[in-house]
């Protein structure tokens, strides 16, 4: 038995980005940037008025100056002349300064009369102005590679001129059910059987990390039917197995992808819930078997199919987003392996994150994984804590898993 | 002027949940169920063995009891008859327990001798059994309504036997971006113009949050071009517009809408960035119009857009999600209107979240707001506060904002 960093670190080992492909700004939020994204211009492009007001010539527009308004610029329609002394020109929020002006008298601070105003608070060079490239200029790194893209991010690369997004293609993962008692949702349940629920929890997992889930037809308890299974998922960036991970004489997926050629890596963690997690590769296809159970597959994702998700969707962060808890109940020292309790979060009257964990961990128990609000993380041979303690916490609602 | 809490109830108010529809269980993730999911069937469905080992009858099964091996049943093999005194069926976990056992002795208790084994540990009535419906009974409620799906959820009503889900429809919104001066990314910008970022910001917002935008094409700053704007997003849920929302000479959309009928609710908020904001209604299509400036949009977006699209989609709650954060920086006293700062965030050692705000706060840098972690909220008048003070704050790269 390997420990889960070690674990993690052999199936992130030799694993690539997924390639690039281009896509429209329109289509890229959440997807992950495979090259920075430069301003194609700056912005704002000229120097522009930050309020509605008046382009003047500042040692010119004095308390109690008298200005000849000479014209009017709306965004978008520049005034092409040059403010002379005694002149302004009427400006509106993001309308670029005529030239001549070096300051902007905002219109609260004038009064009209006719084609006349009296400037009433002195002006002063810059005052009200953005200038050119305040915000970016054209060269500027706007994004940086590697960046799941945010809605903020789409509004940037738009004001940097970018109809189209260099992102990595989203990482394909087929997904193989394998067991001679499971059926799918709404067809004819086997005698004995039970409905797959694995396949489609993952499916929707890789989706919720931005990836193209690919579900094959469950594969029967047969090595051929196995190793067809592992044909289907050519193209994949990773095949995903659940069930039969184990050496039972009923755990087949081992024997039937060696059929195709795997290499196996390793089948054992010593981890909690979920020990017997497979790695290995079949030629270029690397292969990830979780456990059947339901809670242990999982779990198990959270912890090497979200690290392998993270890696071929091209971010450089790969491990399953940790923060910090306080124990809202005692918990009992740990064994040798690694535990993962599902357990409530909530926040506290001072803003504190409180877990509990459940008190049953039965891994059969997939309504309580479902109610869960995250993981506690348990050392191996951690020694009991008591409630208050400091623990680390895997959120699982916020990440839509 | 209104609070901002005031006109988030005012753009709730009446606003309802969108009607239902079916989607297949592998569509489901992120969508909001429009009714309780309960279970169709038991899980497990009979009593069924959780390990590798032997169907016993316990009084049977003592230490050194010696029993013969009558059948093999793997998982979704069920072995058809009844377990009688002095026999045993070799058992696999998920199992079904044959008639007449009661008790599960693992593979590791037991030696083999040919056909018979002999019991190394004592069975105990029960054990290692998982009962029939000790996860969920058929009936048992596995989701409740207004849920947003994550992945567990989908796993949890696939093994509850569903494979279609009523969930609420996307809300649709419809997002009208106004000015001369803008172009769409890639087209000819016109003198003095800019690339419109408002509306694929907030189509990014739309789906990060679940929702599906309708990008309308620009309208010119001309009443009937507004109105028309209008008109196309008729069947929409929601009509966002950005910019012209104030009533400046060339801030036209309050007129080109209160042409198509508008009832005008509010349009001002004492909030900063961002207090040229409006609300009303054209019939039954409910009208948010954002301002012009993208930091001022987003923000209002966060604070207004958010909560509609909450309720559209059919969520309880419908708050932008805060969480308590301490300042790495100190804050000046603020004036009348609640302020919203960009701030970096970062977890201090002791997994305390930190939150600096940006020594710039101009609502015209683009890239500083799509660089924040979040918002901190400033309520209006509140007073300075020293670096350490809690503050809340809402968290925008975590929701893909």
């Known amino acids: 038995m390997i420990s889960v960093a070690e674990a993690r670190a052999r199936v992130l080992d030799q694993l690539p980005a997924a390639p690039r492909e281009i896509v429209a700004l329109a289509e890229a939020w959440g997807r992950v940037t495979a090259a920075p994204v430069l301003a194609r211009l700056s912005q704002p492009p000229s120097d522009v008025s930050a309020m509605d007001g008046f382009a003047v010539r500042a040692a010119d527009a ?73 915000d970016f200029a054209a060269g500027n790194p706007l994004i940086p590679a590697g960046r799941r893209l945010t809605a903020r991010d789409i509004g940037l690369a738009a004001a940097g001129n ?17 067991g001679d008692e499971i059926a799918l949702p709404g067809e004819p349940i086997p005698p004995g059987g039970i409905v797959s629920s694995n396949a489609h929890a993952l499916a929707a997992f890789v989706r919720a990390l931005g990836g ?44 039937g992808l060696a059929q195709r050629g795997m290499a196996l ?20 296809l690397p292969v990830l078997g979780l456990p059947g159970n339901p809670v242990s597959a999982l779990v198990c994702a959270v912890l090497f199919l979200l690290p392998a998700l993270a890696r071929l969707s091209g971010l450089p962060d790969t491990a399953p987003p940790e923060v910090t808890a306080t124990l809202g109940a005692p918990l009992p020292a740990n064994d040798h392996r690694a535990d993962h309790l599902r357990a409530t979060l909530h926040e506290s009257a001072d803003g504190t994150l409180v877990a509990t964990a459940f008190q049953r961990q039965d891994s059969a128990m997939l309504r309580l994984m479902a109610q869960a609000g995250g993981l506690i993380l348990r050392a191996p041979n951690a020694p009991a804590a008591q409630a208050g303690a400091p623990v680390q916490v895997i959120r699982l609602e916020s990440l839509g898993l």
């Open 212 to 255: 193209e889930p690919i579900v094959l037809p469950i594969a029967l308890d047969d090595l051929e039917a196995i190793g067809a299974g592992a044909d289907a998922a050519r193209g994949a960036d990773l095949l995903v197995t659940t069930g039969g991970a184990s050496v039972g004489a009923h755990d087949l997926v081992q024997a």
């Open 62 to 134: 004095g308390l109690g100056a008298r200005l000849e308004v000479v014209g009017n610029a709306p965004a978008g329609h520049p005034w092409p002349g040059t403010v002379q002394a005694g002149q302004t020109v009427r400006l509106f929020t993001g309308s670029v300064l005529p030239q001549g002006a070096d300051a902007v008298v905002i219109q609260e601070d004038t009064t009209a009369d006719g084609n006349f105003i009296t400037v009433t608070e002195a002006a002063t060079p810059g005052r009200h102005i953005r200038r050119a490239g305040q």
């Open 265 to 284: 890596d390793f089948w054992k963690i010593a981890m909690r819930p979920g020990k017997p997690l497979m790695h290995g590769r079949i030629g270029g």
């Open 162 to 178: 970018h109809p189209w997004l260099a992102v990595h293609r989203r990482p394909r993962i087929a997904i193989l059910a394998t």
